[in-house]
């Protein structure tokens, strides 16, 4: 399998829906209103286009876990899967989704 290194937020397995917001509140001591605030943070700083693909990684990650893959394989996964299906690198969307990740994080501490 393609080594991808990332570091990302922790997904859950079983989230309902799998996008920023719900990342954020996959993390210990986070708050609804914490990740509100990251995840409009987050989308004013990245742009609409970038939470989007930010967001169908992680769809493609949480379906992945779900099914019982590890998360860093689950990661790596959800990045190929959008790669694919639009169309692009995947070296292209994993750095981008890099930049987007650090830019995350320092939202939610932001939102603290």
Do not use: F, K
């Not at 996008?19 to 943070?41: I, V």
């Not at 790596?76 to 995947?90: F, K, M, N, P």
């Amino acid at each position: 399998m393609l080594r991808l290194t990332v570091v990302i937020l922790a997904l859950a397995p079983g989230l309902a829906r799998a996008d920023a917001a719900a990342m954020c509140e996959a993390r210990p001591g986070t708050s609804d209103s914490q990740c509100a605030c990251a995840t409009d943070a987050l989308r004013a700083d990245v742009g609409a286009e970038a939470l989007a693909l930010y967001d169908a990684v992680a769809d493609e990650a949480a379906s992945a876990r779900a099914g019982g893959i590890r998360r860093r394989e689950a990661w790596d996964e959800g990045i190929v899967a959008v790669a694919t299906s639009r169309g692009v690198g995947i070296t292209d969307l994993l750095n981008r989704m890099n930049s987007v990740g650090r830019a995350h994080r320092v939202a939610i501490d932001g939102c603290a």
